[in-house]
């Protein structure tokens, strides 16, 4: 079985940096993508960060310049540091990470941001 739990939402206030965690357990042979999406009431859910076994990343257009996906293999753990919150940003962040070739989502974290 392996498991992802996260960590690190909550209420913030407008400009403040919280970082998210994603530690994944269990029986973990192999991790790949690792990766952050959110969804917003009402709106479909979106990729927001990506980060691949090399260290390649991608970002939304929406999120570039605030905010940087990072991993730790020994930990099997990604993050997501977010910079300059803005109320747009509140959303249920969810991690989906690629483990032993086959996709696990995390149970999701809220996101509050207060203006």
């Known amino acids: 079985q392996v498991q992802l739990v996260e960590s690190g939402g909550g209420l913030v206030r407008a400009w403040g940096s919280p970082r998210l965690s994603c530690a994944a357990s269990?029986?973990?042979?192999?991790?790949?993508?690792m990766e952050w999406y959110r969804q917003a009431p009402g709106k479909q859910r979106e990729l927001v960060a990506g980060?691949?076994?090399?260290?390649?990343?991608n970002y939304a257009d929406s999120v570039k310049g605030r905010f940087t996906i990072s991993r730790d293999n020994a930990k099997n753990t990604v993050y997501l540091q977010m910079n300059s919150l803005k109320p747009e940003d509140t959303a249920v962040y969810y991690c989906?990470?690629?483990?032993?070739?086959?996709?696990?989502w995390g149970q999701g974290t809220q996101v509050t941001v207060s203006s």
């Open positions: 269990g029986s973990i042979f192999s991790i790949n993508a």
């Open positions: 980060i691949t076994s090399d260290e390649k990343t």
């Open positions: 989906r990470v690629i483990i032993n070739y086959r996709a696990y």
